[in-house]
């Protein structure tokens, strides 16, 4: 066996870094039977976390963006303190019906990187070289025994190093995929509207794949962001709640949770051009099977040095793919659940079946 990530050793390797440092544990409900299938979207640019889920009660907030800071009565709320972007009504649908989670504080330990494609590569192997998702993709039952079934599709681009060593057998463009299984294209070609149509129709018709990866750009607003971010969330948002409904519809809804990140955020402050530069991480999005929906983890200072992440990237990926809690606690002493001696919060920052 070569030196990849596997599943197993991931979820070792995250444990022993929490237990070394005497952590409480998180908690993932027990996998139902059948399939689970992750889908990850990449939002590619760098999304501006700050007016994605907007501080409402910041005036650091207003004052460092005298033109690009949106106002209470243009968002859509979350709660007293923040809102959505206006752009964003169809996650707000989510997020209302309970089946969107909001995790701040989520990235790569030491410095985070603002250079596109260091940051993809350190949220795709979790700064281990290796693919995050080589075991979930390498186990059954998606496989079986056949070295040929695919496991894994892509589509807007390559496939991800996340995917790992795995062998070109078992990874498939989303397009080839459907054509494959008789299933035919719709929408605009090469849009994420697109391919997740095509992904909930594999996943209805009990396509094997267990993990669908796409991309969804235009959120590298160093121009004109007011006009640029709003159309890139209003694409990802209707696609994403789309998706959901057509689940719904066709079943398969209980068995797919998604994933929607960003390699990087922006800077609080807005500079000359209307936009903003590579910044800090904003949150990550969860959506369907298994996510207590909700806000979790701690917002982003309003400063301008970034925080350092409250949630490390391999912590938060070995809950994502755990099937069950996990035989030793894992977190970090930033967690909003873990704080010094306090015993833990039992309400989970994450729950995924």
Known sequence: MNDALTRRTFLQWAGATALAAGLAPAFARPAAPGRRILVVIHLQGGNDGFNTVVPLDSATYRRSRPTLALRAAEVLRLDDRSGLHPACRGLHGLYRSGRLAIVHGVGAAGAQPTNHFAAEESWETAGTGAGWLSGFIGRPPALASADATIAACYANGPAPQAFGPAPASRIASLAATAEQAGIEPAGEP??????????????????????????????????????????????????????????????????????????????????????????????????????????????????????????????????????RPPPVPFGTPGHPLVSGSRKPDPTPWLICS
Not at 255 to 270: I, Q
Request: aromatic share 8%; no cysteine.
């Open 190 to 323: 090469g849009t994420l509207a697109a391919g997740l149509r095509l992904a909930a129709r594999l996943i209805a018709a009990g396509h094997p794949a267990r993990v669908y990866w796409l991309r969804s750009g235009g959120f590298d607003t160093h121009t004109d962001q007011l006009r640029r971010q709003a159309a890139a969330l209003a694409h990802w948002s209707e696609a994403l709640a789309a998706f959901h409904h057509e689940l719904d519809a066709v079943g398969g809804a209980a068995e797919v949770t998604t994933l929607s990140y960003s390699e990087f955020g922006r800077t609080l402050a807005e500079n000359p051009a209307g936009g903003t530069d590579h910044g800090p991480n904003g949150p990550v999005f969860l959506t369907g099977a298994g996510i207590a929906g909700g806000r979790h983890g701690t917002p982003p200072e309003l400063a301008t040095e970034p925080p350092a992440p409250a949630i490390p990237l391999p912590q938060f990926y070995s809950t994502l793919l755990a099937d």
